[in-house]
């Protein structure tokens, strides 16, 4: 309920509008993630639900939201689900104004049309190691290595190695 109200009051705010991952969403991220560790961050990270998720699987996350409310949502629950600082992290900020280049796992759930920019935000600041996990919404022109599920809980895997060849071939080739 109260949640339903932020989503109202942030959907009219944002480019971007605050929509909870589903069940499914979650645990495709997860399948997508299976295998990896280390540091990861969640774009536009909500109430948190992914990060808890991603943190209760050893990875340190981090995710930055920009909408107030759900920050000090995900901090309560971090809280009094005790889960400590180290495994999940809630900031504040703008994740465009944000260098990523410390993480080498991304989660994102977003919208169609913030895509291709994220994709070039990406592609310039991580890691060659790093995975990027889409729900729902796929990179434009990035060759996805993996997806699980389908409809709206389709969940798309990349490595960016892989895409950054893949785009180098494509314009080479051009
Ligand atoms: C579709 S929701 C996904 C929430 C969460 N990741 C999940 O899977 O449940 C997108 C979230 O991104 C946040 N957001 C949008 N633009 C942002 C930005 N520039 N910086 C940080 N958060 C942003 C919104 O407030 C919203 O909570």
Redesign the pocket.
Known sequence: MVLQAIATY?GKE????????SKN?TLNTMKLLEGRTGRLV??????G??VFAASSAGFQCTG????SL?VAYARSKALWTGVPSSQATFVK????KTDLSSYNNV?A??APGVMGVLGEKLLKELPGNARVIT?RFPFPNWPQRLSVGSGLDQTFAYDIDAVRSHLRISVSAQ
């Open positions: 942030v944002q480019r971007v509008p605050y929509l909870p991952s969403q969640d774009l536009g990270s909500g109430d639900r992914l930055f939201e920009i909408n759900l900020k703008d994740f465009w989660t759930f977003l729900c």
